[in-house]
């Protein structure tokens, strides 16, 4: 199984909603990323988890919290988020998230996010 | 400042013909660089990855190359399709495991 798989794919939420986005990939990978993508840039990293472990957080607001609960998934939990948040959220995994290696990132479909 | 610069921003061409994208990059060390391609509202899909070491690399009717001494790299596309049309996505990585974007070149194929 080569492939990463998200949940869902669209996901439509107000202000004061709670939601969840979800990843999954079982592939062996130890690290695996959130990313945010606004139409027509390219993806912004958002966390990095790297065997378990959250390792980067790139100065994500607090509305966002991730959570890995075991090696295979990677959860995004949405609370009070605004408007600008609106965008395709992308997960991604490789196999270590040690530098100087050969570390190729696979990505999900993304989930289209879109917070009236 | 990593940077990656990606030519031309957009590109337009007929079905059939040949065309290649451009990747400028100033990251430092270097690790490996990688093309993706991306179909509006997907997430990006890898087409080629390769280390300094490597001068080309093909996947089908892609063809990726990278000079490390000027810090460039093109993705040559053979007898394009319909389906080629997405944004073309250059990656590089360095020192630290967090990769380098470039903003894409959106290539459209037309009949």
């Known amino acids: 199984d080569t492939e990463v798989t998200q949940t869902p794919k669209h996901l439509v939420m107000g202000m004061t909603n709670k939601k969840s986005l979800k990843c999954e990939q079982h592939?062996?990978?130890?690290?695996m990323y959130w990313y945010k993508q606004k139409a027509k840039k390219p993806p912004e990293l958002m966390f990095v988890?790297?065997?378990?472990?959250?390792?980067i957080n790139e100065s994500v607001p607090s509305r966002f919290s991730p959570e890995c609960p075991n090696s295979s998934l990677l959860n995004l939990h949405l609370h009070a988020l605004q408007p600008e948040d609106s965008a395709l959220y992308l997960c991604?995994?490789?196999?270590?998230?040690?530098?100087?290696?050969?570390?190729?990132?696979?990505f999900g479909p993304g989930t289209r996010l879109t917070v009236l | 400042k990593n940077q990656v610069e990606q030519s031309p921003q957009s590109l337009i061409i007929l079905e059939g013909k040949n065309c290649t994208l451009q990747?400028?990059?100033?990251?430092?060390?270097?690790?490996?660089l990688r093309w993706y391609k991306q179909d509006t509202g997907r997430g990006p899909v890898s087409l080629t990855i390769?280390?300094?070491?490597?001068n080309t690399k093909s996947n089908g009717r892609y063809t990726a190359t990278l000079d490390a001494d000027t810090k460039q790299s093109s993705l040559h596309i053979t007898a394009s399709q319909l389906s080629d049309s997405a944004s073309y996505i250059c990656?590089?990585?360095?020192?630290?495991?967090?990769?380098?974007f470039g903003r894409g070149t959106s290539l459209i194929v037309h009949p």
């Open positions: 991604a995994s490789s196999q270590d998230g040690q530098p100087v290696t050969y570390n190729e990132q696979f």
């Open positions: 592939m062996g990978h130890r690290a």
């Open positions: 988890y790297s065997y378990e472990k959250l390792s």
């Open positions: 990747c400028n990059y100033t990251v430092s060390p270097f690790s490996n």
């Open positions: 390769m280390t300094f070491s490597e």
């Open positions: 990656v590089v990585s360095g020192g630290s495991y967090i990769p380098t």
